[in-house]
């Protein structure tokens, strides 16, 4: 979030800056024009994982980013049925310095004693992708899950006009609903992205949103009540999906980590997908209600309900 937390921590052997451009899950909302200038001065490419935006609601190589990727898997195939990613390159980073990108700009054996920059230009890097990391490794798409993510893009437009309205108006319902703490989302006001969001993710972030629970003893009964949405790592799916990210997505975070990407024990992320959003929020409330409820008629005093 802070750009000169990324000036502060180049050191002499930093060849990329990488980042989210929406962040996961609290959708921090990255300052990539800024942050940007910084790697641009030390001559360093930033590679953005624009997933969670989308490129219909933030694009990044308008917005100084040289290498976009997107796990393909998510939004853009949109159906949770197919895996795959997308690598784009700008063409537009300078990788002319050898001792720096030897694997571009140094001659190869195996290419007559030319660089890949010799033989490619602006397209050098996407080769390097296309002939090392794709026909020697041999990550290759299978060719449905090609077509699924075609097919998944052509109704990305509607989905996520979709997406953002039901966002909107779950917020709307919950920001202040017994059982929730807070909820973290550019949209309200108090959110520290809340400005950047505005300039640079007009539309909106996407479909995540982050609930932070009034206390974790909530969690499991909240997730186990829940009858329509389901309990699932994914996200952009066409069903609303919840995770629990201190034991599932960042699981391997230290207390303190979690701590320091603004997480507790007591968040959930909400993956919001296609349904009718009166569903979506009837579901919710029903299984915080009945939470909330079997919490308090337990609890010992009135001081320690939190509802
Ligand atoms: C899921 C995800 C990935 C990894 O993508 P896969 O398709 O699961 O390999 C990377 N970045 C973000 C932001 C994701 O949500």
Known sequence: ADP???AAA???DTRAFFLESVSNPLCTVADLPAIAAIAHEHNIPVVVDNTLATPLNVRPLELGADIVVHSATKGLAGHGSVLGGVVVDSGKFDF???AR???IAAPRVRLN?????ERHGPAAYAMLVRSKFLHDLGPTLAPASAQGILAGIETLPVRAAHVQRSVTRLI???????GIAAIHHPALPEHPSHELARALAPKGTGCVL???LAHPSLVSPVIDGLKLISLAANV???RTMVSHPATMTHCRLSAQQLADAGLNTSTLRLSVGLEDPADLLADITQSLDLAVAATQATAGTKEESFA
Do not use: M
């Open 4 to 6: 000169s937390a990324w």
């Open 10 to 12: 180049i050191e002499s």
């Open 96 to 98: 002319s310095d050898a």
């Open 101 to 103: 990108w030897p694997q």
């Open 113 to 117: 004693n030319t660089s890949l920059l």
């Open 172 to 178: 709307d319902a919950l920001a202040e609903y017994p």
């Open 210 to 212: 982050a609930i932070e």
């Open 236 to 238: 952009g799916d066409t």
